[in-house]
């Protein structure tokens, strides 16, 4: 059964935990303060569209389409971004609680996060080049093999990344953020 397409679409205030959004393709619609916590939004292609106050805690987006889209003010804890469709993936999050979400081995340049909470977060074996992280907490994010060249964690707070095991060539960092690139050697720094 083919799915359906709906365009320049507001959903507003919608449960999708227990019946699912529907299959199909969503084109510069926006989703707002919809609950998608341990749901499925498997399948999907999502093509310009925003999402604003949604909660996808724990849901399954594995094979999803996200092709410019925008999430504010989302929590999002526990998603697995590794297994969603990464053709022509284009995401950015502003105010997202990412707290133990997983970015592993995926292709990302140019990604923004502003404000968000990167708690365990799992960026292993990413490719972040050129990424942006204005005002991110980064408390027992991972980072190994990680490609952070040109990043920019000027204001992100909390990060232990070790230089050693991940690439920081030309890496942006406060004076005070330096003190996230040497917790290996454990050290005290006054």
Known sequence: MAGSFWSDQEFTK?????????????????FVDCLFSKGFLDNQNFVECTFEGCDFTNAN?????????????????????ETCNHLLLSLKFIGCNLSVASFVGMNLPNIQFHDCRLHQTDFADAHLKQAEFPNC????????NTDLEQADFSSALNFNIDPSINQVKKTHFSKDGLIGLLKKFDIVVT
Do not use: R
């Open 14 to 30: 919608q449960d999708y935990t227990q019946n699912k959004l529907p299959k199909g393709d969503y084109e510069n619609c926006s």
């Open 137 to 144: 907490d980064f408390e027992n994010a991972i980072f190994e």
């Open 61 to 81: 987006i594995a094979h999803t389409i996200f092709n410019v889209v925008t999430f504010e003010d989302c929590k999002m804890v526990g998603l697995q971004f």
